[in-house]
């Protein structure tokens, strides 16, 4: 068990829908990043928050959204589904540190199915 | 974009047997990672190796680094069927407090009874 949580732990939708991930990430970790993983795709980073903030941004559609609330849990919007974002969604956390020893710790993922 | 690459793609050794996994990357890399991924599962940090160093053990694990040919490999020891998963590498390039990592497609690894 990382101490990160996710839920839900799968998620059916319809395409056009909106849905909302949900992330905890380990207790005293700042840093929290959002991933998908796809089989056409692979593991993609998508975005990092910082203690609130958005800090690096990668592969992430503009449909998708994400934030990080002051008691340090995330939230990734996904809006407008399509068929292709059916996917693995993790979330990671991190201590933060500036140092280049900085451990990400999975959770165990949120299974988006769009049909 | 897939930043670091995995050789092989699969592979498939009895139980007793060394395992032996090969990541190259493209740029220049604060550290490097390696996590384990059972089927749909989350992924587990195993070994994390910085640019300056050359090698790292963690029980079973041994990973080298060569920064010169942006490669680095994975070695299991004595494998054993629980360690059938699939195993990535990923980058760190980034500085600061913003940090990304890059991961490769993976190795898929089988270890047989």
């Known amino acids: 068990d990382s101490g990160v949580t996710q839920t839900p732990k799968h998620l059916i939708t319809a395409t056009g829908q909106r849905v909302t991930l949900r992330c905890s990430p380990r207790?005293?970790?700042?840093?929290v990043y959002w991933y998908q993983q796809s089989l056409d795709q692979g593991l993609q980073f998508l975005i990092q928050y910082y203690n609130g903030e958005e800090r690096a941004k990668g592969n992430i559609l503009e449909r998708f959204s994400a934030q990080q609330f002051p008691d340090l849990h995330s939230e990734l919007n996904l809006s407008s589904l399509e068929l292709g974002d059916s996917a693995l969604y993790f979330c990671?956390?991190?201590?933060?540190?500036?140092?280049?020893?900085?451990?990400?710790?999975f959770g165990p993922g949120t299974r988006l199915t769009v049909l | 974009s897939q930043q670091g690459e995995e050789d092989p793609q699969a592979l498939s050794i009895q139980e007793g047997e060394n395992a032996t996994m090969n990541c190259s990357y493209k740029t220049s890399i604060n550290n490097l990672q390696w996590y384990r991924q059972n089927s749909g599962r989350g992924l587990v940090h195993l070994i994390l190796i910085r640019s300056n160093e050359r090698e790292k053990h963690s029980g079973r694990l041994r990973v080298t680094l060569d920064t010169s040919k942006k490669s680095s490999s994975l070695l299991i020891t004595a494998s054993r069927a629980a360690d059938t998963a699939s195993y990535f590498c990923a980058t760190d390039t980034t500085s600061g407090s913003a940090r990304q990592l890059t991961f490769g497609s993976g190795t898929q690894l089988t270890v047989l009874p």
């Open positions: 990671a956390s991190s201590a933060g540190g500036t140092a280049g020893t900085d451990t990400q710790y």
């Open positions: 207790s005293g970790d700042l840093s």
